[in-house]
């Protein structure tokens, strides 16, 4: 008999939704198949069986809430069998010990100091040892306590943990109406989008300040050596790669974009890792390039299109999408004109490009036709200052109407 658990998600992923299994109770399945897809916070990630045999048992259904190591199923080698309910036993044993505990059992000394061990299980998995029953001298927590516990935590489903006031309610509609509407349960991604974009609502001094770029020289650029590049580094010559090194100039000049608060304490940054909000059918995320200021504008191009390309088809690892301390949004692909992008927490700026359109500017006493874009920076006004976030945009402005600067580091 080999147990199916939930594989370790990430830093900071403690929980998964079941999305779906591929096969049913009683298939046969192969080493390293693919079994059962959970959704996190952040990614949808596809558990491979890891033995050969026959799935005998599905113990978490579709739809339900895991915790790091739960038990999904098991599989039998050979042929189909009747299981053994693995989880069945823990609940009356769980259920006992919290109605009636054993009376021999003595609440430890207040001060009593936690076994070194006991400390490092609590510290890597959440678990918190003072709400543990001990069975040691003086009604210490053992770790044999601490490893039965987090057995009968990663057995259980976990709530979601979801303020009461953050779900909406609505009254019901007419019975004509009802009979043409369609009830979609949210996926695990778009609940997590939705909370974190209300949160920064909540907490950030959100604000947002604008610009407009002529797109004329980088557009030469591009179409100049366009073919060149796409021959030499097999990717295409995008406005990413020169937007992006447009932003780290900007946040060497401008630190304070590139930190964050924690507490009553500021963080700068000395490093640059850029997140790219990417669009898919699922939801957005916003996979990271790291050391952009380390980075070629063909770099940034071809690790950009990768990233896109496998966070449409869900190949992103949760470790792509954190630790970015800017992040870089493009409505103007979907045509948008204008808009005040959202921040992308605990980050404290985010640039919003659009959509390219030409329209009459006075260039020299004349007017003539330019390719414009309009620019957005939503920003943190608890860390960055008003003349800091024009300083920023308006050095973004010079760098893309003069590229050269970004070649020459000016």
């Known amino acids: 008999m080999t147990e199916i658990r939930v594989p370790t998600l990430g830093e900071s992923v403690t929980e998964a939704t079941i999305g779906r299994w591929f096969k049913k109770a009683g298939d046969p399945v192969a080493v390293d198949e693919p079994l059962v897809e959970l959704e996190t916070d952040k990614v949808t990630i596809e558990v491979p069986a890891p033995s050969a045999g026959t799935l005998s048992e599905i113990i978490a259904a579709d739809g339900a809430t895991v915790a790091v190591g739960a038990l999904l199923g098991q599989i039998t080698e050979g042929a189909a069998g009747a299981a053994k309910p693995a989880a069945a036993p823990a609940k009356p044993a769980a259920a006992a010990a919290a109605s009636a ?17 006991v400390r490092k299980l609590s510290a890597e998995t959440g678990v918190d040892a003072s709400t543990v029953p001990g069975s040691g001298k003086d009604g210490r927590v053992t770790k044999g306590d601490m490893l039965a516990a987090i057995e009968r935590a990663a057995s259980a489903p976990t709530p979601v943990n979801q303020p009461a006031a953050a779900v909406q309610v609505r009254a019901p509609s007419p019975a ?12 695990r991604l778009r609940q997590t989008i939705a909370r974190r974009l209300k949160d920064v609502q909540n907490t950030a001094a959100m604000l947002t300040t604008f610009n407009e770029v002529d797109m004329t020289n980088v557009m030469a650029l591009r179409a100049h050596y366009k073919d060149a590049f796409e021959k030499k580094h097999g990717s295409k010559l995008g406005f990413m790669g020169f937007f992006t090194k447009a932003v780290v100039q900007a946040l060497k000049d401008i630190p304070a974009v590139n930190a964050e608060i924690d507490g009553t304490d500021l963080i700068y940054k000395n490093y640059y890792h850029i997140g790219v909000a990417v669009g898919t059918d699922k939801g ?68 919003g490009m659009h959509k390219i359109q030409e329209r009459p500017m006075v260039v020299g006493g004349k007017i003539e036709v330019r390719p414009m874009m309009y620019l957005a920076l939503s920003y943190d006004h608890r860390v960055i200052d008003g003349k800091e976030a024009v300083t920023f945009l308006v050095r973004v402005k010079e760098s893309l109407e003069d590229p050269a600067r970004l070649v020459l580091d000016l």
């Not at 009376?103 to 207040?110: D, G, L, M, V, Y």
């Not at 009802?178 to 949210?186: D, N, P, S």
């Not at 954190?322 to 808009?339: A, H, K, P, R, V």
């Open 284 to 351: 957005l995320v916003v996979p990271v390039v790291r050391d952009c200021d380390h980075k070629s504008i063909a770099d940034i191009e071809k690790g950009i299109a990768d990233f896109g390309r496998r966070a449409r088809d869900g190949q992103l690892k949760i470790d792509e999408m954190q630790g970015g301390t800017f992040t870089i949004t493009n409505g103007g692909i979907y045509g948008s004109l204008m808009s005040t992008p959202i921040l992308n927490a605990p980050q404290s700026g985010i640039l």
């Open 176 to 187: 004509d109406d009802a009979a043409r509407e369609e009830r979609v349960k949210m996926t």
């Open 101 to 117: 505990p054993a009376p021999a059992a003595k609440a430890p000394p207040a001060d009593a100091p936690l076994a070194p061990s």
